[in-house]
């Protein structure tokens, strides 16, 4: 699909990387020909880094023909990759009040929604 045509519902389009976002670790949608190798490396890098899953990087028919130089970037940015961004860390204890809730609380009386 041509690039102007995203997002304008032509004849066919399918929004992929909205499609496939709760089957994915991360998406990402090319917009400029010069960013596929740093998309590139950093797809590469989520899909390896933690528990291992499926990405993907949708390229637009226009960003394929485009000549380009093609480069691998010697590392990446950490504040931007979407797998190394901080997280908070987990304690191995609960917190006061969640122990407290939980002790207190009453059984569930209908769960619902819990997969299997």
Same mark, same amino acid.
């Given at each position: 699909? +041509?690039?102007?045509?995203?997002?304008?519902?032509?004849?066919?389009?399918?929004?992929?990387?909205?499609?496939?976002?709760?089957?994915?670790?991360?998406?990402?949608?090319?917009?400029?020909?010069?960013?596929?190798?740093?998309?590139?490396?950093?797809?590469?890098?989520?899909?390896?880094?933690?528990? +291992?899953?499926?990405?993907?990087?949708?390229?637009?028919?226009?960003?394929?023909?485009?000549?380009?130089?093609?480069?691998?970037?010697?590392?990446?940015?950490?504040?931007?990759?979407?797998?190394?961004? +901080?997280? +908070?860390?987990?304690?191995?204890?609960?917190?006061?009040?969640?122990?407290?809730?939980?002790?207190?609380?009453?059984?569930?009386?209908?769960?619902?929604?819990?997969?299997?």
């Amino acid at each position: 699909m +041509p690039t102007t045509a995203i997002g304008t519902d032509a004849f066919q389009e399918c929004p992929i990387t909205g499609v496939t976002m709760d089957i994915t670790k991360h998406n990402w949608l090319v917009t400029d020909a010069q960013d596929l190798p740093r998309v590139i490396a950093e797809a590469f890098h989520v899909a390896t880094t933690g528990r +291992p899953g499926p990405v993907l990087v949708d390229v637009p028919k226009g960003r394929l023909q485009r000549m380009m130089d093609w480069y691998w970037p010697a590392s990446l940015d950490d504040r931007t990759c979407p797998a190394t961004s +901080p997280r +908070p860390k987990a304690t191995r204890s609960p917190s006061p009040k969640a122990a407290e809730l939980i002790l207190t609380g009453a059984a569930a009386r209908d769960v619902r929604g819990a997969g299997s």
